[in-house]
């Protein structure tokens, strides 16, 4: 089943194809600082090395990446800063090594074909993200990405698919690792344990998502939620499925990073990832040095204001982005989002679960509802539905029908208005 978050509500053509919690969680954005992590930041638009708070020229730490045979360049997937410096330090290194490959967490492996004629010129960008089913495979922004994709061919850089279909990695979140059949791991080899770090560190996510949980009115209460330790979680079955299916995230990129490496002995590698794939080491470094790939560097961009609390251990470079008035987005009102997990139903879209406190919660939605109708609209497949919030302005109603077991109801979804600002 392919199952699809759709949160981010933007009337353009952005795909709302969000990713499960497990991304946004554990492969989008950085953790909380430890203590002590006093990184002195350097000047904005500046390089530094986070273990010594070091700053280093332009012309350094663009050499010292040129000379690794594989760099991840790491990138929280909502940040078009991110992805502007993916682009600026992707060209930089391109003209140190010419034989630059290009591996985008973005794409599954079989989209392959569709990146090759990319590249050769043969596709146009409209083609080239309806073939690689960009609205399908990913989630986010096109027009954050199209620059790097026009970049790879306009310098005739080879790209590469990295990743798994989703429907995988959620297999094995659900039945575990050992319970996939090999014929049907999509040609993923066995993942290389995760160090007792990263499994504390996602033992993390998986409480706060357990928390989630308890808030919505599954699982335990509020009250026995907030006692559950890190060391239930560790012990937790569910738990084990969930390292297992992160690993195979990483485990799938960084087998695609050494063919190409394989492949090319000369060739540098440049992982276009998301920052919890790469930082401290673990995932797919990790996975690398199991293959047998130690050259590995890991890079990342951190906004001015948020520079000092990037932990020493985080990435082998970073680079600080100045402060601009895009950056203080997070102070502007967010888009409305309805708040829903949707998959392929029968003659409908089906609701796996829905946020506590969302849009689609105050509606009335619950999980195992079949969105049937939206705006008078058929539903046949969860793309319907997407067009249709793409399309829905804030202070809205939208009106939905669904099926619940053998009834129908009709409901209406309440976008709130964008609030005032006051000069």
Request: charged residues 25%; hydrophobic residues 45%.
């Amino acid at each position: 089943m392919n199952e699809t978050r759709l949160f981010l509500l933007r009337p353009r053509r952005t795909a709302l194809w969000a990713l499960a919690l497990l991304v946004l969680a554990a492969c989008d954005h950085a953790p909380p600082a430890a203590a002590g992590t006093d990184t002195a930041c350097p000047t904005p638009a500046g390089w530094f090395e986070p273990a010594t708070n070091q700053a280093m020229s332009a012309d350094a730490a663009l050499a010292e990446l040129a000379g690794k045979r594989v760099v991840l360049l790491g990138e929280s997937h909502d940040d078009a800063e991110h992805h502007l410096w993916q682009g600026q330090v992707l060209a930089a290194l391109a003209g140190r090594r010419p034989e630059t490959v290009v591996a985008f967490e973005m794409f599954p492996r079989r989209i392959q074909p569709v990146l090759d004629d990319w590249t050769a010129g043969k596709l146009s960008a409209d083609e080239f993200l309806k073939q690689s089913q960009w609205d399908q495979v990913w989630g986010f922004g096109a027009e954050m990405y199209m620059p790097l994709f026009q970049m790879a061919r306009m310098n005739g850089l080879k790209m590469v698919g990295a990743n798994v279909d989703r429907a995988l990695v959620r297999r094995v979140g659900k039945e575990g690792w050992a319970a996939v059949p090999e014929a049907e791991r999509e040609g993923v080899g066995t993942p290389a344990p995760a160090s007792e770090a990263y499994r504390r560190s996602l033992a993390g996510v998986y409480r706060g998502k357990m928390a989630a949980m308890a808030k919505s009115g599954h699982g335990k209460s509020d009250e026995k939620a907030a006692e559950i330790t890190l060391d239930d979680v560790l012990a937790d079955e569910g738990f084990q499925h969930f390292v297992e299916a992160q690993l195979t995230w990483d485990r799938a990129m960084a087998e695609a990073m050494a063919e190409a490496v394989r492949d090319d002995p000369d060739a540098l590698v440049v992982g276009i990832v998301g920052r919890g794939h790469a930082e401290f080491g673990h995932g797919i470094p990790h996975q690398l040095k199991d293959l047998g790939i130690a050259d590995v560097a890991v890079a990342l961009p951190v906004h001015a204001a948020y520079c000092a609390h990037l932990p020493k251990a985080a990435a082998d470079l970073a680079f600080v982005i100045p402060a601009s008035p895009e950056a203080e987005r997070a102070e502007a009102p967010q888009k409305p989002k309805l708040g829903v997990y949707i998959a392929p139903g029968e003659s409908g879209v089906a609701v796996t679960k829905v946020a506590p406190g969302s849009i689609a919660e105050s509606a009335g939605i619950k999980a195992d509802d079949v969105i049937v109708r939206a705006a008078g609209a058929e539903l046949k497949q969860p793309a319907d539905l997407v067009a249709v919030i793409q399309r829905q302005a804030p202070g809205t109603w939208l009106p939905l029908e669904i099926r619940r077991g053998t009834e129908r109801h009709d409901l209406v979804a309440k976008f709130p208005a964008l609030p005032i600002k006051h000069p």
